[in-house]
């Protein structure tokens, strides 16, 4: 869909409504109310057959009967009534029509919806909803909510799944003095949804910032490109329901739209350039921070305070959001010791002590903002006895002035009683990023620093590796002749080594007397691991023996398996004993991919060994992924430190880590009928020795 198809959703030049009402509260009667007293310009056309005017415009009968093209139609009659009324839109050459009422998908009647979508796009017609309460954009002067009389215009797009909460989001950004460019509601996503609302606020000139609250996603690919060309343009902030299993199913009842795994999602948006906030709070005060505020460009950031207390508690968040706090001390001492007190500090935090006055505040960020050195400023204060309270206001003012025009990025915490919070509101009403607490103040331009920085990275293309594909799928044909859903833990081996992965020598003992054999061939010590097709978690089922050093030892494992599995699972059907070298000690990590129903395949890095599922120390990517994201991955787990070297141990081999995140990916993208693959544990060596990838578990599909 083209940027000027698009439009015509948000800047139609024409609005036909079709269940107009003449009596105060209803639906109909709202949106042409709202189209009136939102100064809209172009043509309405009320439908109602039992009435002659409504709001001063002529009302038709029924949209055939209006005389011009229709770009937008609006439907607010009940759902009995909603297919008929898109035959007749259709009919008329509309091609966009937002519907507003419910009680189709969201309550199970999919039949309705999906005929109501293919008589449209039959027609050459867009439906956005069912279930929505409208769309409002700032360019156009076109409210066609049923909600919201009077929208405050401004510069930040918000885009919301849920209705109820969209509703209440207007009353919210009203309070608070944020101005939107586009407020649109998705509701059911039955055709048009979030990607394709994203393609007119990308270029929407007078969006700087865009709010999009989510509850799932149904087509993740479009989702993932669309958002990827959002984010090179402007900060988009993501609200996100269901992140709990519970919360899951209950956005899942509520839109009729199933939340993805919420840790996919997560990292899928995170890959994408986006930030994803925890609260409505957090989400309003990012997006209007970085719709308004100068974006910090550089590394140099300064604390200024009067308590140390709170200054500590902006120094923690700095790091949570990964601000670097500037300590060159000859700069700080040349600019800070005229108005810090000896028994204060010109280290960073910059305290100017408890006794500081407004006069000393302004000093102290005159100082900031002429400090070449010095790109962002987080100004903190805590209300004191001695502090002319009556200048805070007029202070911040001054001193945002300031660093504004030389574009330095500036955040406030004020912290205090009644008056602290009177000079807030006032603050935030002209626009003055200021807050009553030093997480919100240091969030929001933390946010908007890591947005500058994924503007700044090079985003490379994708990288694959060389894989044997003919030789892999050959293996998959053989497993589902077989009638396997899983390959068994040769046919992995075999995987590895068809995509080039190392893997310890091993071998498919199918008698005791093979498995001795085996073992003192490869020379011990050996591992010994069950081969079977009913059993997929070997470990579980006593499956594996480590460090077999001697034939009386293979003889033992061997028996102790066999009667171990057949415990487990008595009907399991044994094919044999797997005989491997046994890997001398690295450092033990996971890789693996599995195909997610929303974003298609996504790869898989963390720490690995016994205990995965138990430590969750793993990171995700949706496909594809260059070199430098596979390395990102790698440093983003919390046990990356452990490849720099702890304990006297050297580095470890991390491009060999980095191949084989590539390889993998490339088997997902090469293998469509592998639908989840983990190498587990990839034992890791030393700087230039590789790793060993000593397991791995691959399932398949048709």
Request: charged letters at 25%.
């Amino acid at each position: 869909m083209s940027r000027g198809e698009i439009k015509r959703l948000f800047e139609p030049e024409s609005v036909a409504v079709i269940g107009a009402s003449t009596t105060p509260g209803k639906i109909g009667y709202s949106v042409v109310r709202n189209l009136r007293n939102g100064g809209y310009e172009g043509k309405v056309y009320p439908i109602n057959p039992k009435a002659d005017e409504i709001w001063g415009y002529k009302v038709y009968a029924g949209i055939g009967k209006v005389e011009g093209p229709v770009d937008l139609t609006v439907i607010t009659v009940p759902a009995a009534l909603t297919y008929d009324s898109v035959k007749e839109a259709v009919a008329k050459g509309t091609k966009y029509i937002t519907i507003i009422t419910s009680g189709f998908g969201e309550v199970g009647d999919y039949e309705t919806e999906n005929k109501i979508v293919a008589c449209a796009n039959e027609g050459g017609a867009r439906i956005l909803g069912p279930n929505i309460f409208g769309v409002f954009s700032a360019a156009g002067k076109c409210n066609t909510t049923f909600s919201a009389n009077n929208i405050l215009p401004g510069n930040v797009a918000i885009l919301t799944q849920s209705g109820a909460l969209g509703i209440a989001m207007i009353g919210k950004t009203a309070a608070a003095n944020i101005g939107l460019s586009v407020m649109a509601s998705i509701g059911n996503k039955s055709d048009l949804d979030e990607a394709d609302c994203l393609e007119y606020v990308i270029r929407d000139d007078s969006t700087k910032a865009i709010l999009m609250y989510v509850e799932g996603i149904k087509d993740g690919i479009r989702f993932m490109d669309a958002l990827r060309r959002a984010t090179a343009v402007k900060p988009v902030i993501i609200l996100k329901a269901g992140r709990s299993q519970r919360g899951a199913m209950a956005a899942a009842s509520h839109t009729g739209s199933l939340a993805g795994s919420d840790e996919i999602f997560d990292a899928v948006i995170k890959q994408c350039g986006a930030a994803r906030a925890e609260t409505l709070e957090e989400a309003f005060n990012w997006c209007n921070f970085a719709a308004n505020t100068p974006p910090p460009k550089k590394h140099n950031f300064v604390i200024i305070t009067n308590g140390g207390g709170i200054g500590v508690m902006a120094t923690d968040a700095c790091e949570t959001y990964n601000i670097p706090l500037y300590d060159d001390q000859n700069v700080l001492k040349e600019a800070f010791t005229p108005m810090t007190p000896a028994f204060g500090s010109v280290k960073n935090p910059i305290d100017i002590t408890g006794g500081a006055t407004s006069t000393d505040y302004n000093l102290a960020l005159a100082a900031s903002a002429a400090t070449k050195e010095v790109e962002g400023v987080m100004a903190l204060y805590c209300e004191t006895a001695t502090f002319d309270t009556e200048n805070l206001t007029p202070m911040v003012k001054e001193t945002y002035k300031k660093h504004k025009e030389l574009g330095k990025a500036i955040v406030y915490a004020l912290v205090g009683g009644e008056l602290v919070s009177d000079s807030i509101r006032a603050l935030q009403k002209d626009g003055i990023p200021a807050y009553s607490d030093v997480m919100h103040a240091v969030s929001s331009l933390g946010v908007s620093y890591n947005y500058q920085n994924y503007i700044a990275k090079k985003h490379d293309a994708a990288d694959w590796a060389k894989i044997d594909t003919a030789g892999i799928n050959s293996i998959i044909d053989r497993a589902l002749a077989d009638g396997r859903s899983f390959l068994l833990a040769n046919e992995g081996s075999d995987v590895m080594k068809a995509a080039g992965v190392a893997i310890p020598g091993s071998e498919v003992a199918p008698s005791l007397e093979k498995a001795i054999e085996l073992a003192e061939k490869m020379g011990y010590p050996v591992v010994m691991k069950v081969v079977s097709r009913d059993i997929l978690h070997k470990s579980d089922a006593g499956g594996v023996i480590l460090g077999v050093k001697h034939k009386d030892d293979v003889i033992a494992g061997y028996d102790t398996i066999i009667k171990n599995c057949k415990k487990h699972n008595p009907k399991a059907v044994i094919d044999g004993i797997e005989v491997t070298e046994m890997v001398s000690a690295g450092t033990e990590f996971i890789v693996g991919g599995r195909r997610d129903p929303a974003f298609g395949p996504v790869v898989m890095f963390g720490l690995g060994g016994v205990y995965v599922e138990v430590m969750k120390d793993v990171v995700f990517r949706a496909l594809p992924i260059s070199r430098d994201e596979a390395r990102s991955m790698v440093d983003s787990i919390k046990a990356a430190k452990l490849l720099s070297g702890v304990r006297g141990q050297a580095k470890r081999d991390v491009n060999s880590i980095v191949d084989t995140i590539i390889k993998v990916s490339t088997i997902l993208n090469e293998c469509p009928r592998i639908t989840d693959i983990e190498v587990n544990p990839i034992v890791v060596y030393e700087e230039g020795k590789g790793l060993k990838a000593v397991d791995s578990r691959i399932m398949i599909a048709k």
